[in-house]
């Protein structure tokens, strides 16, 4: 896992641990687990803007680990990643985007859930129309912002 970027080795290790505990490769549907090396290699790769929140994410999980999260047995990996779920918060939403955007891109999963493997653009998406009204009462509210002058 010797990509590219500014997490160290370690921290490495850790995001693959949690990646792993986030989503485990699944047989039943033919799809990796988040700590597959190439969708890892995305991830580390694709930090930019949460680098620095997922960098403190991780080095909270190794605190509560008291030294390498991902060197503990894997009960006691998954009672830290609770505590530090329900603990919620920037760091934890910011772990969580890095990991699910680059698994959901991966071409596997894609094709796993029936997406074909593909940019959404130029082509789009076809969407399924739902119920405008429910925008009803949004649009019913007062303005939440002033116009520029």
């Known amino acids: ?9 370690a921290e490495q290790r850790t995001l693959a641990a949690v990646a792993h505990l986030m989503i485990p ?8 687990g988040a700590d597959d090396p190439a969708i890892m290699a995305d991830i ?6 949460d680098e620095a929140e997922v960098r403190a ?3 909270r999980l190794d605190a509560l680990a008291g030294g390498g999260f991902a060197d503990l047995p894997a009960p006691q990996r998954e009672a830290i990643a609770a505590t530090f779920r ?18 959901y891109r991966d071409e596997r999963v894609m094709r796993s859930i029936g997406m074909e493997v593909r940019p959404p653009f ?20 007062a303005k939440l912002w002033r116009d520029a002058p």
């Open 57 to 59: 994410a991780l080095a």
């Open 1 to 9: 896992m010797s990509q590219s970027s500014t997490l160290s080795a």
């Open 25 to 32: 490769p699944s047989a039943e549907y033919g799809v990796p």
């Open 44 to 49: 580390v790769n694709s930090l930019g803007r």
């Open 122 to 141: 130029p082509k789009g998406h076809e969407l399924e129309q739902g119920d405008w009204s429910l925008l009803d009462p949004v649009r019913k509210r």
């Open 86 to 103: 329900a603990d919620g918060g920037p760091l934890l939403a910011a772990l969580t985007r890095a990991i699910l955007l680059c698994y």
